[in-house]
């Protein structure tokens, strides 16, 4: 589990890292599925750290998925730029 928060320094080298990075997964106008959970599980075992697309004009709508896609994945938000998310999750097998 990664209920450790992240250092303002470890956080700036993540957001450094997250720089390049295209987003994998895309969060459309069905919301939270139990797809997107999964796919958002899958590249963040794969990956660590990963870039979400989330679709839609609502900022607040965006903040809940945003919340939830975290509580989900036990994953910590990075950044959230606009419709952009980064997220994080420590990957225990290395």
């Known amino acids: 589990m990664t209920n450790?928060?992240?250092s303002t320094k470890q956080i700036l080298e993540?957001?450094?890292r997250a720089h390049h990075l295209n987003p994998v997964v895309m969060v459309g106008q069905h919301g939270l599925t139990d797809s997107v959970i999964k796919e958002t599980d899958a590249a963040l075992t794969a990956h660590?750290?990963?870039k979400v697309r989330v679709f839609g004009d609502d900022r607040a709508e965006r903040i809940e998925i945003?919340?939830?896609l975290c509580e989900a994945v036990d994953a910590q938000l990075v950044q959230h730029i606009g419709k952009l998310l980064v997220l994080w999750r420590?990957?225990?097998e290395d």
Do not use: P, T, Y
């Open 14 to 16: 993540l957001k450094a």
């Open 90 to 92: 420590k990957n225990w």
């Open 66 to 68: 945003c919340n939830a």
């Open 48 to 50: 660590e750290l990963i």
């Open 4 to 6: 450790e928060k992240l």
